[in-house]
Structure formats: C-alpha cells, structure tokens
C-alpha cells in the first residue's frame, strides 16, 4: 500500500452502468449550487442534474435566457461533481456555447472535470427555456454538426461522458420554417444515428406524446424534463419509469423551493424586524449541511489540533 487507496471515481462510468439497466430509470433532482447538492447528497440521490436556468439565476441574477457562458457553467458544475464523484452529475450545456470547437471544448472541459453527462440542444445562441414560447432553433445541419462535434470529443478524449441531445424543435422552428412534433422526431432520430447516448426531447405536451416519443426514438435512452407549471404535465418518476423514460431530471425542484422560503423569511425580516419564528439550524447545523463533520475529522486525522477544541 503506497496510501493512494483512493482512486479517482468516473462519474461517467457510473452513469453508463445505471443506463445500461433497461428496466431502471435515472432519477436527478435539479441542483444549481453547493448547498443544493449537498442537500440532495443527503437525501441518497445516485443522480444529481445541474440546472443551467438555476446556474444562470444563482450566479448572474439573470433570467435563463443564455447569458450563462462556458466558463460560468463549466465552474458550476466541475464544483457539483467534486462534492461526491461518486455520484454522477448531468449537467446543462446549453448550445455547447459557440460553432464545433466550441461544442467540442466544453465536452472536454466538463468531461475532465467529472462530469457524467450534458446536454446540447438545437436553439440558437440567444436561447431561453425551452418551457417559453417563440424558440428559435439553427438548421438541422448546424444542430447535427454539433451533435458531431460532441461525440467526436468524447471519443477522443476518453472521459465516456454521456451526450444527451436535446431538440427544443416541438415547441420552436428554424429560419425555414422547420418545427413541430414530428421535426422533433426527425432531429432525435438522426442524433441517435450519430452517435449520442441519450435523448430529450423538450416540451413534450401530454402524456400521450410522451408515449408517442418513446414508441418512436426507440435505439436509445429518452429523458424525461419535469418542470412545475411548464409545458409537460407532471407525472411520477414510477409512472415515467412505466412509459419507457430511462431518466427524469427535475430542473426546478430547488429553486422552487428556496425562493419560496427565503423571499418569506425577507418578508418576514421587513414586517417584524426579526427573523421567522420557526426553529433555526444554527450555525453548527448549517455547516453541517456542508461537511462540517467530515472536514474537522480529516484535520484530526491528520494531526490537525485547529479544530480539536470546536
Ligand atoms: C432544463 C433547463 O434547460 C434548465 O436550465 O434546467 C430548463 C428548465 C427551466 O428553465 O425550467 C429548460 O427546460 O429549458
């Protein structure tokens, strides 16, 4: 034993082998910062998703409507993949951020960084949620180039990170006119026979469409996008298991929940001059959240005395 036991995790492998159980279905909750994921960590998640449109609000304040660049989403999500590399994480990729050696960049970036899978999909740089009306969607060509572009990174490179397509065609068009249902289809279909390992199909609108999506891209994984009050309805992770969906992420879980309470606990703070009067965690516990524990215990283990007295 030369004391390096600990060998590097691949997100990405993990990934691949929960995909390659058919009857299984990746569940990912939708995480956007280091508090986010370690609260999802905590409740057992094996996936985690990183959501652009929470990278977006978290770190610029800013609506989703592709202000985000490489740099800003590839630092979040190379942090949410440290936090616990055995766990993988899928993380938003937008457009890749630019022409084929753009796409081709962040697949490496986020592939060396450990991150187990991201999505690219077919809107044009000034983007939005694929849950707003007006998409603007580049050509089938230029969609296909960089479907091409990602997977001829990931093989090159190695890292196995799994490429999701996305197509935002259902609810879109290109400059031609091209959108719809079935140009949707028609997108997926060719992404599978270029190679990439799963797809997503955005804004799907009833649950009969989401049958008819899975009879119809039936070479490789689907994944389901679970966004309250946006243009899918929402059904269960067992129910999405039972059409055929082999991953659910639920982008908007968190930030639902945080900006409910904290814009509460603000309001609250305005009104009485004090803070909510529920039971608090303190500090102690909110660190805790954030490994606390753990770290202070690898100091001790180390001969570390700063902690020892806390
Ligand atoms: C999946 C998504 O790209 C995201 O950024 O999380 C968004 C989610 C959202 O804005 O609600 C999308 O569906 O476009």
């Known amino acids: 034993m030369n004391g390096h036991s600990e060998q ?57 409507l592709g202000l985000t660049t490489f740099t800003d989403m590839h630092t979040n999500a190379a942090m949410i993949a440290s936090i616990d590399p055995s766990v993988p994480v899928i993380a938003d990729a937008d457009t890749g951020y630019g022409g084929p050696i753009n796409v081709a960049n962040t697949v490496r970036a986020y592939g060396r960084s450990g991150v187990a899978g991201l999505h690219i999909e077919d809107q044009i740089q000034e983007k939005r949620c694929g849950h707003l009306s007006g998409k603007q969607l580049v050509s089938r060509e230029v969609y296909y180039n960089r479907l091409r572009a990602a997977c001829k990174a990931r093989d090159e490179s190695g890292s196995g990170i799994v490429i999701i397509a996305r197509t935002d065609a259902a609810a879109g068009k290109d400059a031609e006119g091209n959108g719809g249902f079935d140009e949707a289809v028609e997108r997926l279909t060719k992404a599978a026979d270029i190679g990439v390992d799963a797809l997503f199909f955005e804004a799907i609108q009833s649950e009969d ?29 067992e129910r999405a298991n039972e059409i055929g969906f082999r991953i659910v992420i639920w982008p908007t879980i968190a930030l639902e929940a945080v900006m409910a309470a904290v814009g509460k606990a603000f309001q609250t703070m305005k009104k009485t001059g004090k803070t909510p009067e529920e039971p608090k965690m303190g500090p102690a516990g909110l660190f805790e959240v954030c490994g606390l524990k753990e770290l202070m215990a690898f100091d001790e283990a180390v001969g570390g005395k700063a902690y020892s007295n806390s």
């Open 8 to 64: 590097p995790v691949s997100g990405a492998r993990r990934l691949r082998e929960m995909l390659a159980d058919p009857s299984k279905t990746v569940v990912a909750p939708g995480v956007y910062d280091g508090i986010t994921a370690r609260l999802a960590l905590a409740q057992g998640f094996d996936c985690l998703y990183m959501t652009g449109a929470g990278t977006s609000m978290s770190r610029l304040g800013m609506a989703d």
């Open 209 to 237: 469409q989401c049958k008819e999506v899975i009879a119809r891209l039936p070479k490789i994984p689907v994944l389901l996008n679970m966004v309250d009050g946006g243009r899918t309805p929402i059904i269960s992770n």
